[in-house]
């Protein structure tokens, strides 16, 4: 039995390096080919154009392989796992029972002792017939000596036989339990590369049809009464605009006040802008400012990189705000100034990134 918990052991920890050394070995080449592809694509989506989307197709295609083998991967994992630890169930260590027990230890010494008495009895005496069975018990005694041994042997063996066993048990029992408790794990984390997955193939299918609007012609306008609206400058598509934007929470860029949240949902619709900036900012320790700063704002494109538009705060301030596109297509600068009001924010300046 012990021999099985040992081999139980050994094949865990061949089988989790073979998994180590081939399954993260195969899906590390994948992630490395499909970073590769993916760099820079952020940053030329805004300029590259319909070129740009084999590029993104291929960088979709290789996260799709990538994810698929990692989460194979973790699934095998956590099956082995599974595996190892319904092994460590059934392989329990057992004591074989002790064939000689203390009762006929105390038997066989009681006797020893009878004999050798009766033998110390005899030594003196020269009848033939004594001297005779006086030999004879001195045979039991040799006899009763041995098998006294014997038991003295056998049960210093059971005890530690018994004492081994109780510790490979107990490690038998940790290891099943730390088994269950990573099969749980991989199989939390399985679920969750699924879900990123996803996500993924979502983001790729969605910088595609950025790259698509960016690079169509504009709408054709129609002669109206109304005033004419202006299309955006050359090579600042709408889209550089428009979405839902927020603050990053590492290394966010800011001037003046500092943003703790951002957030800003801009619409446009025939050259229409309709957008919604709700912001909350740090203020210094023991200050009795408001730190939000609510406002809409409206109006049409203009032919400029740097859209301004006229806003009115949640308590009826006006002021401006400038739209500016940044180094990289999901960046944005924002530079809002509005009517001064006591214990309100009225400027802000900061740089957010596209949901």
Do not use: C
């Not at 017939?129 to 059971?158: H, M, P, Y």
């Not at 203009?302 to 596109?325: K, M, N, Y």
């Not at 297509?329 to 809002?336: G, R």
């Amino acid at each position: 039995m012990n021999s099985r918990i040992l081999f139980a052991g050994l094949s865990l920890y061949a089988a989790t390096g073979l998994i180590g050394q081939t399954g993260r070995e195969t899906y590390r080449q994948d992630y490395d080919a499909w970073r590769e592809a993916h760099a820079n694509l952020e940053r030329d989506a805004g300029t590259g154009g319909p070129a740009l989307i084999p590029q993104v197709d291929r960088a979709a295609s290789l996260a799709a392989a990538f994810e698929t083998k990692r989460a194979a991967y973790v699934k095998s994992a956590a099956q082995n796992a599974s595996q190892e630890r319904q092994f460590l169930q059934t392989a329990i260590a057992r004591v074989s029972p002790d064939v000689a027990p203390a009762a006929l230890a105390i038997l066989v010494s009681g006797e020893l002792q009878t004999v050798t008495r009766t033998i110390d009895r005899f030594a003196t005496d020269k009848d033939r017939g004594i001297q005779q069975l006086r030999q004879s018990l001195e045979r039991e005694r040799g006899t009763l000596a041995a098998l006294n041994g014997s038991i003295e042997a056998r049960q210093k063996a059971v005890a530690r036989t018994t004492e081994a066993s109780a510790v490979l048990e107990h490690a038998r029992l940790r290891t099943s339990e730390a088994l269950m408790a990573e099969t749980s794990e991989l199989l939390q984390n399985s679920v969750q590369l699924e879900k990123e997955n996803a996500a993924w193939a979502d983001y790729y299918e969605k910088l595609t049809k950025a790259i698509q609007d960016a690079s169509a012609p504009p709408p054709r306008v129609e002669i109206t009464t109304a005033a004419p609206r202006t299309e955006p400058a050359p090579g600042v598509p709408r889209a550089r605009y428009v979405g839902a934007w927020t603050y990053p929470t590492v290394n966010g860029l800011y001037h003046g006040a500092q943003p703790e949240f951002v957030d800003l949902v801009i619409h446009e619709a025939n050259g229409h802008v309709d957008g919604t900036l709700y912001e909350r900012f740090k203020l210094a320790t023991g200050s009795t400012g408001d730190p939000l700063v609510r406002f809409d704002f409206q109006g049409d494109f203009t032919a400029a990189p740097t859209q301004r538009f006229p806003l009115v705060t949640s308590d009826g301030a006006a002021g401006t705000v400038e739209l500016i596109p940044g180094p990289a297509f999901n960046l944005l600068e924002v530079n809002f100034q509005a009517a001064p009001r006591a214990n309100k924010i009225a400027t802000g300046n900061f740089i957010l990134v596209k949901k």
